[in-house]
């Protein structure tokens, strides 16, 4: 059974907005604090955000801070990305991962991740 399943990339314009969603099977969410990464061709994996596993804190890249939004639907056992004004340097292989009480940037603190789901934005 896979933990974590990753959707919703795709390919978007410069400027546009995708929404990536993170299903989490009931084991691996509770308690869990859950995350995003990415990691474009020939560079190394790099922290996104980060949300908390009350949902209550939430963490961001500088690089993304103000355009990218992260929220969790404890019911639905899901976490979305919600990505504004998207830029080319935005561009890569995205993934979720889900760390027990931890919601932090390393990521070797995280135990469980997805596939990932390919963004692309272009023009």
């Known amino acids: 059974q896979v933990p974590l399943r990753e959707s919703g990339g795709g390919l978007v314009q410069p400027g546009g907005s995708l929404r990536l969603s993170c299903a989490a099977s009931?084991?691996?969410?509770?308690?869990?604090?859950m995350a995003w990464f990415r990691q474009a061709p020939g560079k190394y994996r790099e922290f996104v955000s980060a949300i908390s596993w009350r949902g209550d804190d939430e963490l961001y890249a500088d690089s993304v801070k103000g355009r990218f939004i992260i929220s969790r639907d404890n019911a639905a056992n899901t976490v979305v990305l919600q990505m504004n004004s998207l830029k080319p340097e935005d561009t890569a292989v995205y993934y979720c991962?889900?760390?027990?009480?931890?919601?932090?940037?390393?990521?070797?603190?995280?135990?469980?991740w997805g596939q990932g789901t390919q963004v692309t934005v272009s023009s």
């Open positions: 009931e084991y691996t969410y509770s308690d869990y604090g």
């Open positions: 991962a889900a760390g027990r009480y931890y919601s932090g940037t390393s990521r070797s603190r995280y135990d469980y």
